[in-house]
């Protein structure tokens, strides 16, 4: 009975002794398991990123209006900011006045056959010189109409983003019903006009081509007044330089309309970190109606709604294992999780310091070589968001 006694209490002090050995070998598994889950689950962390469009000023300028604000959504061809047109309206002055001073010219020339006429015996001579004055007429009546319109266009511009405001400050309660009546009163007026001036300048351009025709089957007589012929050459010579002053004056006008090139959101302006220090304060947020801007100058950013790729960072022991096209997994931890599969689609020539956020301590700065992976349709990330990457 002692003996028995003894036993079970030498077994039990055995026991005493096996127990946390037992846990600690369970424990020490349990984290040689979860590391190596962990390892499989994520070994590469990226960003999502998405494509982003600067957009800057074509030409230098002040800017007049900005008509978008910080992360409003905005769709492909919107006018995003125009920029001041006061000197294009100076060049149409000047063009108008030009135009004024060749039809007083014509006048002339025109006085000058009329008195001539009485000593001329040959009446094929004056009939000619009058079809080349009613020619250049036309021709002056079809650029006045073409300056009229255009001038009313940069006016009917201006109009429609007063109204697009008014309406804003309507819905705001901001101003009463009858500024936004009065706003869209001048804009549908001016409307009106272009329209009549339009149809004003297709009757024009008929009455050109008509007396294009009449001259060009009078011109077979062959009869020629050196001292009139020369006086009307350089007049047609000064319209055709003005027509092309108005054709370049149109593109102009287009390139003071800087629109969205894409479906996207407006987001800040980006600088480089070296001019950071640099920065005044707003400068990275948008340019702002009355700034003077330089050709090529950033007015603000429009990025795509969704992001297109991620790029993630392979260290030195990874490089071998990486080829373009291989199947990978990405792994979204945020809700809602997901987990799909895709592949690199190309690798980068270099190492570079990877993003502060991926690097394990944030005191000791990271290398990697940049891998770039295609987003696989269905997987929901917003750009800017840190995924897993599986399988490098």
């Given amino acids: 009975m002692r003996r028995k006694r003894t036993t079970t209490f030498r077994f039990g002090r055995l026991n005493l002794h096996v127990v946390p050995i037992l846990v600690w070998l369970a424990a020490l598994a349990c984290v040689v398991i979860l590391f190596r889950h962990r390892s499989q689950r994520v070994q590469v962390l990226g960003i999502t990123q998405g494509r982003m469009y600067q957009v800057s000023a074509p030409v230098d300028s002040r800017l007049k209006i900005v008509a978008v604000e910080l992360f409003e959504d905005v769709s492909k061809g919107q006018v995003l900011a125009t920029l001041d047109d006061t000197q294009l309206n100076a060049q149409i002055a000047t063009i108008y006045a030009e135009i004024e001073h060749l039809m007083a010219q014509l006048l002339s020339v025109q006085d000058t056959m009329l008195a001539e006429a009485a000593n001329m015996e040959n009446n094929v001579l004056i009939s000619k010189r009058r079809y080349d004055i009613d020619l250049e007429n036309a021709r002056l009546v079809v650029l006045e109409q073409k300056v009229l319109i255009e001038t009313d266009k940069m006016a009917m511009e201006d109009l429609s983003v007063e109204v697009k405001i008014a309406t804003e400050l309507l819905e705001e309660d901001a101003i009463p019903p009858y500024e936004l009546q009065k706003a869209e009163a001048l804009y549908n007026a001016l409307a009106k006009k272009i329209e009549l001036n339009q149809h004003l300048l297709a009757q024009a351009e008929r009455d050109l081509e008509q007396a294009g025709q009449r001259r060009e089957e009078f011109s077979r007589l062959k009869t020629v007044h050196p001292s009139i012929d020369s006086a009307l050459e350089a007049i047609r010579k000064q319209i055709a330089v003005q027509e092309k002053l108005i054709d370049e004056l149109s593109v102009q006008r287009e390139a003071l309309k800087i629109t969205s090139p ?115 349709p269905g997987l929901k990330l917003l750009p800017g968001e840190t995924v897993g990457i599986r399988g490098l």
């Fill in 262 to 376: 894409v479906d996207g959101i407006v987001t800040q302006i980006q600088v480089n970190s070296n001019q950071v220090a640099l920065r005044r304060p707003g400068e990275d947020v948008l340019r702002r109606p009355g700034e003077f801007v330089l050709a090529g100058d950033p007015i603000l950013v429009v990025a795509e709604k969704e992001p297109t790729e991620i790029v993630a960072y392979i260290g030195q022991e990874q490089l071998a294992k990486v080829k373009e096209m291989m199947v990978v997994q990405i792994v979204k931890n945020t809700e809602p999780a997901q987990v799909a599969n895709s592949q690199v689609v190309s690798l980068s020539p270099t190492m570079e310091l990877m993003p502060q956020r991926l690097w394990r301590n944030p005191n000791i700065a990271q290398w990697g070589r940049p891998i770039l992976i295609k987003i696989p």
